[in-house]
């Protein structure tokens, strides 16, 4: 278990919580004392007739250190592994065999390869895909159309623009891990995301807890996920009930699949 890590997301808040319970509080510096002796060669005697002796000098040099969030992911990762009952804690080596078994609340850490879906990269304002469809719209009216380019509807981006403002920078992502079946979801907050967009895509650990199961088959809309539903109960039974509007639709996650609340996200 390496401790050197390149963090994309890290949960701040959420890790000094979980440091904080599994140690019985919070860090706030750590005193490194470092000890040096050195040996000191002395001459003693009188006229010609004399000896050598041995003495020794020692310092001590004392280091405050900061308790860093990746210094506490470190201590989280070893007291997870050194007890992880206590911790509920399970790393996921083979999907298949592991995560049918797993419980909500288990605390898990599992390799996967993430994919953005397109209308979260289309709905999040950092891409500035929603800029470009309003330029786009609005030089539209000067330019020639045909059936294969046809223009593109203003009130469809005012109404793509007024979900966005609704989601804010919150970003849903599909994790891959190595099985035929199984997927991994959940949602990133824009103050704990480390790196771009299209930098979180690719090969990366995920550890977060999780909080639903997706039977197989079971069809899941991702913008109804924890924190981030921004439709009320009734428009997300509705939602479910009518399904993907084509199996092109990547705005859902079909099961089997866990949801997790995501702590970190590193290489």
């Given at each position: 278990?390496?401790?050197?890590?390149?963090?994309?997301?890290?949960?701040?808040?959420?890790?000094?919580?979980?440091?904080?319970?599994?140690e019985?509080?919070?860090?706030?510096?750590?005193?490194?004392?470092r000890?040096?002796?050195k040996?000191?060669?002395?001459?003693?005697?009188?006229g010609?007739?004399?000896g050598?002796?041995?003495?020794?000098?020692?310092?001590?040099?004392?280091?405050?250190?900061?308790?860093?969030?990746?210094?506490?992911?470190?201590?989280?990762?070893?007291?997870?592994?050194?007890?992880?009952?206590?911790?509920?804690?399970?790393?996921?080596?083979?999907?298949?065999?592991?995560?049918?078994?797993?419980?909500?609340?288990?605390?898990?850490?599992?390799?996967?390869?993430?994919?953005?879906?397109?209308?979260?990269?289309?709905?999040?304002?950092?891409?500035?895909?929603?800029?470009?469809?309003?330029?786009?719209?609005e030089?539209?009216?000067?330019?020639?159309t045909?059936?294969?380019?046809?223009?593109?509807?203003?009130e469809?981006v005012?109404?793509?623009?007024?979900?966005?403002?609704?989601l804010?920078d919150k970003?849903?992502?599909?994790?891959?891990?190595?099985?035929?079946?199984?997927r991994?979801?959940?949602?990133?907050?824009?103050?704990?995301?480390?790196?771009?967009?299209?930098?979180?895509?690719?090969?990366?650990?995920?550890?977060?807890k999780?909080?639903?199961?997706?039977?197989?088959?079971?069809?899941?809309?991702?913008?109804?996920?924890?924190?981030?539903?921004?439709l009320?109960?009734?428009?997300?039974?509705e939602?479910?009930?009518?399904?993907?509007s084509?199996?092109?639709?990547d705005?859902?996650?079909?099961?089997?699949?866990?949801?997790?609340?995501?702590?970190?996200?590193?290489?």
């Amino acid at each position: 278990m390496s401790s050197l890590r390149s963090f994309l997301y890290l949960n701040e808040t959420t890790l000094s919580d979980y440091v904080s319970a599994m140690e019985g509080g919070v860090r706030s510096t750590v005193d490194d004392r470092r000890r040096e002796t050195k040996g000191l060669q002395a001459k003693a005697g009188l006229g010609p007739i004399g000896g050598s002796g041995d003495s020794s000098k020692e310092s001590e040099l004392t280091i405050s250190l900061t308790d860093s969030p990746p210094a506490q992911f470190d201590r989280l990762m070893k007291l997870a592994a050194a007890d992880p009952e206590l911790a509920g804690w399970v790393e996921v080596i083979d999907p298949d065999t592991d995560l049918p078994d797993l419980l909500t609340g288990a605390l898990v850490e599992i390799e996967v390869d993430i994919e953005v879906p397109t209308f979260v990269k289309m709905l999040n304002k950092s891409t500035g895909i929603i800029n470009t469809m309003k330029s786009l719209s609005e030089m539209s009216a000067f330019l020639p159309t045909s059936t294969d380019s046809p223009a593109i509807d203003p009130e469809q981006v005012t109404l793509v623009e007024s979900i966005s403002g609704l989601l804010g920078d919150k970003l849903m992502i599909i994790g891959l891990p190595d099985s035929d079946d199984w997927r991994v979801a959940g949602q990133l907050l824009p103050q704990h995301t480390r790196v771009s967009v299209d930098d979180l895509e690719g090969e990366v650990r995920i550890v977060g807890k999780i909080t639903r199961k997706i039977r197989p088959g079971e069809r899941h809309p991702l913008l109804a996920l924890p924190g981030s539903s921004i439709l009320s109960r009734e428009k997300r039974r509705e939602l479910a009930r009518k399904g993907p509007s084509s199996e092109s639709d990547d705005s859902w996650v079909t099961g089997p699949a866990v949801i997790l609340d995501i702590l970190a996200i590193y290489r």
